[in-house]
């Protein structure tokens, strides 16, 4: 699909991670930390645990829990933050216990375009969408990761500020912060991640504001839990991402888009006053300009614009004449 060309439909099927991670009802939460840590491109099998996995080829931010070839449920980074808040015993505690039942799912005939994805995402509040045959067998994955991979009209992000899709206000916590009250902070919110803020007492943050300095996300909490680190000793500034790159509100999204693409990341704090704002784009924030009444309301304020300056125009020759 070309960059410079907005309304060209992306082949949604292409969003299909054909190759999900998949375990059996009867695996641990543990064994599923494990595999769901494991880097993409890089062996996810657990061969010397029976009946965990299915299929290895690469990782995910979610896994498919199956059984006699169907779906049973399906965890995410976002449950494995909410039991971590819980601090569940993981090796005692199987998958079917805390899985996500029944799973939301859409035959392949029905995924017609993105918009199709989107509305159950919206709908449900859900980030992965399970697309099965007209059997009702599995077919793999969309995920919003996926979506946003094979959707990239710059022109319409060059059209949007951060401003627009920006999240706020923005969940932060200190350096010095355990990170069980980060996983504790997450689940209580619902939010991917965690701002991590400057600690200094001699620092007056009704004047001078926040100054992030780092981020601790879902995907990092999962991380955590497969090196077995105590997530009550541990603190946030020595495990945060850092340094980090700061957006302006007044970016366009195709700034963001390159950023994330560049940096690999699925988010990027927003800072701006001097730190007194604070906001996060997310790869989410992003897909919301593809909603079809955002898209709508984009169209309608650009034939608004051209209305206007084709009367300018007949004003200026009209002066002239």
């Known amino acids: 699909m070309s960059l410079d060309s907005p309304l060209m439909e ?3 099927v292409d969003a299909i991670d054909r190759e999900p991670l998949i375990v059996h009802p009867a695996a641990s939460l543990l064994q ?4 769901m840590s494991r880097r993409r ?14 299929r290895t080829q690469g990782c995910s931010s979610c896994v498919l829990v199956m059984e006699d070839d169907a779906v049973k449920g399906i965890v995410t980074e976002r449950d ?3 039991l971590a808040a819980r601090q569940l015993d993981a090796s005692k505690t199987t998958v079917s216990e805390v899985m996500a039942s029944p799973v939301i799912s859409l035959p392949q005939g029905d995924l017609r375009d993105v918009f199709s994805a989107l509305f159950l995402f919206r709908r449900y509040r859900i980030r992965h969408l399970v ?8 077919v793999g994955v969309v995920s919003q990761s996926s979506l946003r991979e094979i959707v990239r009209p710059a022109n319409l992000l060059k059209m949007r500020r951060v401003a627009d899709v920006m999240t706020t206000p923005v969940i932060y916590a200190y350096e010095s912060t355990p990170i069980l009250e980060l996983a504790q902070l997450m689940a209580e919110n619902r939010v991917s991640c965690i701002v991590i ?27 955590f839990q497969a090196l077995r680190l105590n997530l009550s000793r541990c603190k946030a500034k020595d495990v945060m991402s850092a340094p980090l790159f700061l957006l302006n509100p007044k970016d366009s999204l195709l700034a963001a888009y390159e950023e994330m693409q560049q940096r690999r990341v699925r988010r990027l ?23 079809p009444m955002e898209m709508y309301g984009v169209i309608e304020s650009l034939q608004d614009t051209v209305k206007s300056l084709e009367a300018e125009v007949r004003e200026l020759r009209k002066a002239k004449g």
Do not use: A
């Open 10 to 12: 992306p082949q949604v």
């Open 32 to 35: 599923v930390i494990e595999l």
């Open 41 to 54: 491109g890089q062996s996810c099998s657990l061969e010397e645990v029976q009946d965990v996995t299915q």
């Open 80 to 82: 494995m933050v909410r």
């Open 131 to 138: 697309i099965v045959n007209g059997d009702g067998g599995l």
């Open 197 to 223: 803020i400057e600690e200094d007492p001699e620092l007056d943050l009704r004047h001078i504001g926040l100054i992030p300095v780092g981020i601790v996300t879902e995907r990092d909490l999962v991380q």
């Open 269 to 291: 704090v927003v800072s701006w006053d001097w730190g007194k704002g604070l906001g996060i784009v997310t790869q989410t924030s992003l897909l919301r300009i593809f909603d």
